[in-house]
């Protein structure tokens, strides 16, 4: 990112959990773009690292760690209260799919990690976000989902059903925390990233014809999205799920 075009500060925050790349960090970008600062978190340092420098030292931070680990949330807050002095906006992008195949065969110890790393850290750093920040000053909660969990998915079940579990948890928070925090979802169909390559790889051109809109997503698609659930203009919109598909769920229909 050029620094040199980057506009004046917004004066707000934002804490994005998976941003070292994907589409964590085509959020990161997108809020950088229009003036925000950011904390992005993840797993690997160096891959941190190397998002902060492109996205501008002076405009963001990173803390490594596992999204599941209570103590990584809490760091994570801190580490943004003691940057930039405030945190408006938390972003859930930080996600697992380790298993592919049938629920019939599913490991339960898998399932359970899913469930933990997908849904119970988001409802974590919510917590945390809230209590350091949220609770007295507002914002706005955006959570990461996806089409696989408004809608059957074969051979990722466990992780269709742990993004249903956050879809559900976008209403619970957007009703407890209102009026002073929004909170909703984005359920992105297939975005060319290294987490998706499995669901497109080595067959691009097939996945994509059945796409209305004759493309897969890339990040700054639902960064674009995420930036719009963040913004004044989405003043008036809580507790809802945003549907990125590129068309896809048309082919649903009769005919």
């Not at 249903?164 to 925390?177: C, D, K, P, R, Y």
């Not at 698609?221 to 598909?245: C, H, K, N, P, R």
Request: aromatic share 8%.
């Amino acid at each position: 990112m050029d620094n040199a075009r980057l506009p004046e500060p917004t004066g707000r925050v934002a804490l994005v959990t998976g941003g070292s790349r994907g589409i964590g960090y085509g959020i990161a970008e997108a809020l950088v773009a229009r003036g925000d600062r950011v904390c992005v978190t993840g797993r690997g340092e160096e891959a941190l690292k190397a998002a902060v420098e492109r996205l501008g030292p002076d405009r963001a931070v990173y803390v490594a760690g596992k999204a599941h680990d209570e103590a990584h949330q809490a760091v994570a807050v801190e580490r943004t209260m003691e940057a930039f002095g405030r945190v408006d906006y938390l972003v859930n992008n930080a996600g697992t799919n380790p298993v592919f195949g049938p629920m019939a065969e599913l490991d339960l110890n898998v399932a359970r990690k899913v469930y933990e790393t997908n849904v119970i850290s988001a409802l974590g750093f919510a917590q945390q976000t809230w209590r350091a920040w949220q609770k007295e000053n507002g914002g706005a909660i955006v959570n990461i989902a996806s089409v696989a969990g408004v809608a059957a998915s074969p051979f990722v079940g466990a992780y269709g059903m742990s993004k249903a579990a956050m879809i559900n948890l976008t209403l619970q928070l957007a009703h407890e925390f209102a009026p002073i925090v929004r909170v909703n979802a984005i359920a992105p169909a297939v975005v060319k990233t290294k987490f998706a390559e499995a669901l497109y790889e080595g067959r691009e051109a097939e996945v994509t014809a059945a796409y209305p809109l004759g493309r897969l997503g890339v990040p700054a698609d639902i960064g674009g999205a995420a930036a719009f659930l963040t913004s004044d203009e989405s003043g008036w919109i809580t507790g809802q799920t945003l549907v990125v598909d590129g068309g896809i769920f048309l082919n649903a229909g009769v005919g």
